[in-house]
C-alpha cells in the first residue's frame, strides 16, 4: 500500500521560504515519477514540479520557475519542494503524488499540507 505525507505547510510573510516534504512508503520508488501540485480555492489542481526519482530528472510549471526546486532524498524515501519568494497567490493547499514512469495519470496521493502566504 503506498502511502504518501506531506508535512512542512504554514503560514508564511510575503517573500519567504517553505520547504515541504512528503514520505513515501509502501514500495521501491525508482521507477516512479513524483510531482507536487496545488489547489487554491476555486481553481483547479495545478501541477508544479516533478522528479523522476531513479535518474532525478525534473520539470517545473512556469508560474513557479526559479522559485520553487523539487528534490528526493532516496536514504530517507522523500521528496522535498523548497519554496522561495512565495507571493500570496501561492496560497493553496499542496498535495504530493506517484506515478509510474509509463503512465500519465498519478494515481498516489498525500492528503495535503495548507501553506498560505499574507501580504
Known amino acids: 500500500q503506498v502511502q504518501l505525507v506531506e508535512s512542512g505547510g504554514g503560514l508564511v510573510q510575503a517573500g519567504g521560504s517553505l520547504r515541504l516534504s512528503c514520505v513515501a512508503s509502501g514500495r521501491t520508488f525508482s521507477n516512479y515519477v513524483m510531482g507536487w501540485f496545488r489547489q487554491a480555492p476555486g481553481k483547479e489542481r495545478e501541477l508544479l514540479a516533478s522528479?523522476?526519482?531513479?535518474?532525478?530528472?525534473?520539470n517545473y510549471a512556469d508560474s513557479v520557475k526559479g522559485r520553487f526546486t523539487i528534490s528526493r532524498d532516496s536514504a530517507k524515501n522523500t521528496v522535498y519542494l523548497q519554496m522561495n519568494s512565495l507571493k500570496p497567490e501561492d496560497t493553496a493547499v499542496y498535495y504530493c503524488?506517484?506515478?509510474?514512469?509509463?503512465?500519465?495519470?498519478?494515481?498516489?496521493w498525500g492528503q495535503g499540507t495548507q501553506v498560505t502566504v499574507s501580504s
Open positions: 522528479v523522476r526519482w531513479s535518474a532525478g530528472n525534473t
Open positions: 503524488a506517484a506515478r509510474l514512469s509509463g503512465n500519465a495519470k498519478y494515481g498516489y
